[in-house]
């Protein structure tokens, strides 16, 4: 299992590689029903790491106390290997020099060599859409093995008539990664100024912590962007003109710029100014509620010390012609 993050989102992610091994399972239970059932046999992940590079080797560390324990993942990560080869361009037919690492492609295909001989399983699933792996799918099917190509995209014409059939992990792909960030990340849109300052005032934390993103804003935000943290987040937006309107995610409305301006316009709300606290949802905005328009999700309200931290912004909202006076 070889996945490409960067290629779905310029978010910094971490696969929840738990979560990622269960959409596979259950979409081999729903579609290539067999005795086995959709059980897991084992997930073997490979990566490569500079041993050199400190953040790699505590990256490493971190996901192996994660989820080493995890009953069927097995991790393999081995120390980049660097190779390089020389392809024609297209267009000035120069020779041009490619590099890339091929430590993690010889364990991958080392491993699933190794299963096809042993034969203990109904399907192999190979998650990469890596062209270097086609040799190898060739020889798998020649062996008679069942390959499932696992990818999060349209899958590659070669690779895909190699294969028994195909798993896309497009819908599924936001909500088994959990976004990797500094401090606070507050999603929020021009009709809501008033929120935003609402958290700054009461934030405990220096303001350049927090790092605001307008959702309306292109040059803020891509649109590949925009639709992977709302679908991460899960977040979910309605009509403000209906009463009877339901609440639906993103991918609900076809035209990204319309969104947009819908939301910059208030014709659309759902739980925005939204606050992001180690990938999850710290708390969001909820105008449907007067007294407590804000709605707490994850994290602490005190400090290391029990000092009050965000409590000014849970605190519930007097109505108008009402005091805080106490006899």
């Known amino acids: 299992m070889v996945i490409n993050a960067r290629s779905q989102t310029k978010f910094n992610v971490d696969i929840k590689w738990d979560l990622l091994v269960d959409s596979i399972v259950a979409q081999t239970r729903q579609d290539f029903g067999d005795k086995t059932n959709g059980e897991l046999a084992g997930c073997y992940i490979f990566g490569s790491v500079s041993s050199s590079d400190p953040v790699q080797t505590k990256e490493i560390d971190r996901v192996l106390d994660q989820y080493g324990s995890k009953s069927g993942l097995f ?10 080869t020389s392809i024609k361009c297209s267009e000035c037919k120069q020779p041009v020099k490619i590099r890339s690492e091929s430590g993690v492609d010889v364990m991958l295909t080392v491993e699933m060599i190794k299963h096809s001989v042993m034969r203990e399983h109904e399907y192999l699933a190979i998650v990469s859409s890596d062209r270097d792996f086609i040799p190898l ?14 990818s999060a995209g349209k899958a590659d014409r070669d690779m895909r008539s ?3 059939a195909q798993i896309d992990l497009s819908d ?3 909500s088994i990664c959990s976004i990797q ?20 005032d009461a934030s405990p934390v220096p303001h350049e912590s927090i790092q605001i993103i307008d959702v309306t804003d292109r040059n803020q935000i891509s649109d590949k962007d925009l639709i992977f943290i709302m679908k991460n987040q899960n977040m979910y937006w309605k009509d403000k003109a209906s009463e009877n309107s339901n609440f639906h995610q993103i991918n609900h409305y076809s035209n990204i ?9 208030g014709l659309l709300y ?26 707490q999700h994850c994290g602490q309200l005190t400090d290391a010390n029990g000092h009050d931290d965000w409590q000014q912004l849970f605190a519930r909202k ?6 805080n006076d106490r006899v």
């Open 270 to 295: 759902g739980h925005i100014p939204h606050l992001i606290l180690n990938g999850n949802c710290f708390a969001h905005f909820n105008e449907d509620s007067a007294d407590y328009p804000w709605v």
């Open 318 to 323: 007097e109505p108008r012609g009402e005091t």
């Open 257 to 265: 710029n319309s969104f947009r301006a819908s939301v910059s316009s």
């Open 162 to 164: 190699l294969t028994w």
């Open 181 to 200: 960030h500094d401090g606070y990340i507050l999603l929020t849109a021009p009709p809501y100024e008033a929120q935003v300052k609402e958290i700054i």
């Open 172 to 174: 599924d792909y936001p």
């Open 75 to 84: 991790f393999n990560f081995a120390e980049r290997v660097s190779k390089q």
């Open 137 to 150: 799918l060739s020889y798998l099917r020649d062996q008679g093995q069942r390959v499932l190509h696992v």
